[in-house]
């Protein structure tokens, strides 16, 4: 048996097609770079956060196929034929916040705000695969069991956890009047 | 930093990756969910002529039981087999050891079979593999091979898998009725690498104890069902025969003593859980 294809070469420019944020977009990237330069550079989607470029500090973590996770650690080329969302997709179209935006607003969970897009990204899917999976109301230390995957230097995560957790609790309460 | 380049290939199926793994050997790498390969990658501390992507491969992706053991695919993500209903009966050792397990976010994208083929000495699911006494599936061009988790971690990021086998499956024997579990880890914040990890077995007549984050590689050994001073001393003995790491972060005597207080707590735990399932059977 043979390759079914040949690999992409490393001093070739590939075509990359991906839906980002909603939104069909093409851009083309070597092997090597990395999904946050893709995004930022190629396709100028500055939202997504450049930290530590090891997975360890969480700015930059996006959502693939609705799975949170760390762009720095994933190639362009990776994401072909996927869909991406990013910080900038969690508004509205009109351009109003989400409801996690706003909770983040009104508890003061952000300072600086260099950690904030890749933490709503993570916050987002979890509290998704909460509600499909168990349908119930997280605990405080299962929240800070899921942001131990994130840095912040600036707000000492409390702000962080109440406004997950306020958020959760508004949507299992909605869910359910919904169901009744 | 940014990755060196590499030539990139997506395999599909397992007998794409092996071909390529035999045409490459050592210059060619699996690329599964990349939450250690990545790393290295950006740090440059390997630089593959070319990457295998496995990771999107739906034949690679299959999570099955089979023949009483739960037999993970090489592209099966940590988080489908932490989220999988039924998980802590199956495999209750594997839930309690989730959560240590660095973070929800890499735990989406890591596979399990990726984790034990890094063979890094304080990965919690390589300790639970030994722990358990699980297998691999080894698969080369010729064949497969299947090799005893004992077997299989030979050292420091080593493993017996030769440069043109690809893991294609990690199985783990279901937990047999009656058995009680035990997982205990410090590590220097929630999520970091294991300074110390202990996984305990218990069943009617034996104990068994592995450590990892302690020597080269996990280990594990087996005992009589102790008790009091008889538990203490062994896990004393056990400390001393690790060759513990002495590190920045950690000495080797704070290893030794990780080893003794974490072991008598996963014991412990793993005794009362086997009594509570009696109980409950």
């Known amino acids: ?55 360890v500090c969480g700015a930059c973590t996006v959502r693939i196929d609705d799975v949170a996770c760390r762009a720095c650690l994933t190639l362009a080329v990776q994401v072909d034929g996927r869909r ?18 706003q909770a983040f607003k009104r508890h003061h969970a952000l300072q600086c705000g260099f950690c904030t897009a890749g933490i ?61 | ?101 660095s973070h929800f976010q890499v735990r ?35 064949g497969r091979r299947v090799v005893k988790a004992a077997d299989f971690f030979t050292g420091m990021l080593l493993t017996a898998r030769a440069p043109d086998e690809l893991l294609e499956e990690v199985r783990f024997p279901l937990a047999p009725a009656g058995a009680g579990y035990g997982f205990e880890e410090f590590s220097m914040r929630h999520g970091d690498f294991a300074v110390c990890a202990v996984a305990a077995v218990a069943d009617a007549q034996r104990l068994r104890i592995a450590v990892g984050g302690v020597a080269d590689r996990p280990t594990a050994s087996d005992f009589p069902l102790l008790q009091g001073s008889a538990l203490d001393d062994a896990l004393n003995e056990l400390a001393w025969s690790l060759d513990a790491r002495d590190e920045p972060q950690a000495s080797a005597q704070l290893r030794r003593q990780l080893v003794r207080t974490l072991g008598r707590r996963a014991v412990l735990q793993a005794l009362s859980n086997r009594a509570l399932e009696r109980s409950t059977a």
């Open chain 2, 1 to 101: 930093m940014k990755p060196a380049a590499f030539d990139y290939l997506r395999a599909d199926h397992v007998e794409q990756a092996v071909e390529a793994l035999a045409r490459h050997g050592e210059d060619a790498r699996i690329l599964a969910g990349g939450q250690s390969l990545m790393a290295v990658l950006n740090m440059r501390l390997a630089n593959p002529a070319l990457l295998i992507d496995i990771s999107r491969s739906e034949p690679m992706g299959q999570l099955r039981v089979a023949q009483g053991q739960l037999c993970i695919g090489a592209a099966v993500t940590q988080a489908r087999v932490e989220w999988r209903a039924g998980l802590a009966s199956e495999l209750p050792l594997l839930a309690l050891a989730f959560p240590h397990i």
């Open chain 2, 108 to 142: 989406n994208r890591g596979t399990v079979a990726g984790s034990i083929a890094h063979a890094d000495p304080s990965a919690e699911l390589a300790l639970c593999l030994l722990a358990l006494q699980g297998e691999v599936l080894l698969r080369r061009a010729r």
């Open chain 1, 84 to 101: 991406v969302d990013t910080v900038e997709g969690l508004t509205q179209p009109d351009g109003s916040l989400c409801d996690l935006q």
């Open chain 1, 1 to 55: 048996m043979t390759l079914a294809f040949p690999p992409l070469s490393r001093d070739g420019l590939h075509q990359v097609q991906l839906v980002l944020n909603r939104q069909q977009r093409t851009g083309h990237a070597p092997p090597r770079m990395l999904l946050t330069d893709f995004l930022r550079d190629e396709l100028g989607a500055t939202g997504t956060h450049v930290g530590c470029e090891h997975g």
């Open chain 1, 120 to 180: 709503l990204m993570s916050c987002a899917h979890w509290l998704d695969r909460l509600a499909a999976a168990e349908a119930r109301e997280p605990t405080e230390t299962e929240v800070r069991e899921m942001l131990s995957g994130h840095i912040c230097r600036c707000t000492g995560y409390t702000p962080i956890v109440a406004a997950v957790l306020e958020v959760a609790s508004a949507r299992y309460v909605g869910a359910k009047a919904s169901h009744a």
